[in-house]
């Protein structure tokens, strides 16, 4: 379980993936090799390549890797067996959390993009501050502001998900492109003010980022 049904969502689709990629792999190694280190590199390679050719993902790649290793290392006498009811044990865990996630803690995903637009903009106040003060050190401001945009964007791409399953309707928040680009034009003059640019940006540019960053904060309230 996530912090929105959308992260749920994306949650359980990871874990069957992975559980097909991880028993897929696993039985096929386990058919034509004994238990050794050898067949498990080759399952646990055979696995990861399966769930990145298909797009499936790191994430994906390693729960297969994890089931792969488990059938192989602890289940190889009994491999078809015990791969089958990991599926269903899956299946059952997938089920309960989703029933929780949408009857009992039905969060959704625009809750907590709200959320990131405001951490969002208060990151991007924070560093232009320090970009205005002349700080020296601007990593910890720039990291605060990188988290903040990174939740953004993942709030954004679970909406998307719970639009799928006609969870959502309608677009995403008019404020959250806005305060996105913002971010990043913020986290590019701190790193030009820190020398990875040829020049770093004028007072005016920090004082126009300033004056929309305001107007965006502004609209929130």
Request: charged share 20%; aromatic share 4%.
């Amino acid at each position: 379980m996530g912090a929105s049904v959308g992260e749920d969502l994306a949650a359980s689709a990871n874990r069957v993936k992975g559980t097909l990629a991880g028993m897929i792999a696993g039985m096929a190694v386990s058919a034509f090799f004994g238990p050794s280190a050898l067949a498990v590199g080759l399952a646990v390679a055979a696995t990861a390549l399966l769930a990145l050719a298909l797009g499936w993902g790191i994430p994906v790649a390693r729960v297969g890797v994890t089931v792969c290793i488990i059938t192989l290392v602890a289940h190889g006498a009994n491999a078809l067996e015990y791969d089958f009811l990991r599926a269903v044990n899956t299946l059952i865990g997938i089920v309960v959390g989703l029933a929780v996630s949408f009857f009992v803690w039905p969060v959704r995903a625009r809750d907590a993009l709200e959320r990131s637009l405001r951490l969002a903009l208060e990151a991007a106040a924070k560093l232009l501050d320090a970009l205005a003060a002349g700080e020296r050190d601007l990593r910890p401001a720039q990291s605060r502001l990188y988290d903040a945009l990174g939740a953004l964007v993942k709030a954004g791409k679970e909406i998307r998900l719970e639009r799928r399953v006609r969870l959502e309707a309608g677009m995403l928040g008019p404020r959250a492109l806005p305060v996105l680009q913002l971010g990043l034009e913020v986290l590019a003059g701190a790193l030009a003010a820190e020398g990875h640019a040829p020049e770093a940006p004028p007072r005016s540019s920090l004082e126009a980022l300033r004056r929309r960053l305001d107007e965006l904060a502004n609209a929130a309230r």
